[in-house]
């Protein structure tokens, strides 16, 4: 099983808005005493044991845009072509998505965000699961792109542990229930948390 958290390498983007899966891998890894350093593909994957279910976590370090290169990479040295995207858990940021909640779906279409565009093509599929976190703000955006790229808000800041506490709930509520159980319990959820 990978679990793949979606971001931008490097110190300028550590903590933007496009990172969330990123940090939500850092937290897994984290939790599960594991390391995400080992190069491969074009990223970097670290091995862990979560819920009784051995998995690789994945921090494409290809761009936002390109992540499907290094996940295609990645699974093509899996054995089973068919069981290739149904093993594969795919995290991002949405911005069609209230700040802070949290969607679990089966499959899907990309729904706008490049990375997800990236996987689909690279791959030649949607039937992967995907955990998206929202950070929709609150009045009309601009500008999408610089948006995504920035830091969070204070506010949003004091509220990025508890999402990022309760989407690592939700992942090991994937593995350990089946998507369907999590995602009975976790898109259900109501949001709490307002951003600026």
Known sequence: MFIVGLGNPG??????????????????AREAGAL????????????????GVRVELVKPQTYMNLSGEAIACLLAKQESESARAKSLIV????????????????????????GL???IACIRSDEFMRLRIGIQ??????????????EFS????????EILERS?????????????????????????????
């Not at 940021?93 to 490049?114: E, V």
């Open 11 to 28: 110190a300028e983007y550590e903590r933007t808005r496009h990172n969330l899966g990123f940090m939500l891998v850092d937290l897994v």
């Open 117 to 119: 565009k990236s996987i």
């Open 168 to 196: 690592a709930q939700a992942l090991r509520a994937v593995l350990r229930d089946g998507i369907d159980k999590a995602m009975a319990l976790y898109n259900s959820e109501k949001l709490i948390v307002k951003s600026e």
């Open 137 to 150: 703000p609150e009045h009309p955006l601009t500008n999408a792109k610089n948006f995504v790229l920035e």
């Open 91 to 114: 995290i991002s940021d949405d911005l069609a998505l209230p700040f802070g909640t949290i969607r679990l779906r089966r499959r899907g279409s990309a729904g706008g965000h490049n």
């Open 154 to 161: 204070r506010t949003e800041r004091a509220a990025l542990d």
């Open 36 to 51: 995400v350093k080992r190069k491969d593909c074009r990223a970097l994957v670290g091995r862990a044991e979560i819920e």
